[in-house]
């Protein structure tokens, strides 16, 4: 079984930046796709940007575009979002996910994922 945890979220100014990090333990070997996905209060969760587990592959919702820049590190089991020029529409709660069914591909839908972390609140004060 694998555990994600997230951390690195907080209050930021409009413009400001946040770095979100990821760590998986447990049965780390299974881990394939990763990505970030958020969820604004009273909205649908929606997929933020994904990464294959090579790190060659990547995918970014149109609004982060140029913004958002998603990595791994796969010696350290870890999953990172850097998130430049924040808007107030980036607030959200933000959750780490991996796919562990065997597939080392991009991921880009939600049912692809089937381990989350807890979440992280982000909140861009405008």
């Known amino acids: 079984q694998v555990q994600l945890v997230e951390s690195g979220g907080g209050l930021v100014q409009t413009g400001g930046s946040l770095r979100l990090s990821c760590v998986a333990s447990?049965?780390?070997?299974?881990?394939?796709?990763m990505g970030w996905f958020r969820q604004p209060l009273n909205k649908a969760r929606e997929l933020v940007a994904a990464?294959?587990?090579?790190?060659?592959?990547?995918y970014y919702e149109d609004s982060v575009k140029g913004r958002f820049t998603i990595s791994r590190d796969n010696s350290k089991h870890s999953l990172t979002l850097q998130m430049n020029t924040l808007q107030p529409e980036d607030t959200a709660v933000y959750y780490c996910?991996?796919?562990?069914?065997?597939?080392?591909?991009?991921?880009?839908?939600?049912?692809?994922?089937?381990?989350w972390g807890q979440g992280t609140q982000v909140t861009v004060a405008a």
């Open positions: 996910a991996a796919g562990t069914r065997g597939t080392t591909q991009l991921l880009t839908q939600s049912t692809d994922y089937d381990v």
């Open positions: 447990g049965r780390t070997t299974a881990v394939n796709g």
């Open positions: 990464i294959s587990w090579s790190g060659t592959s990547t």
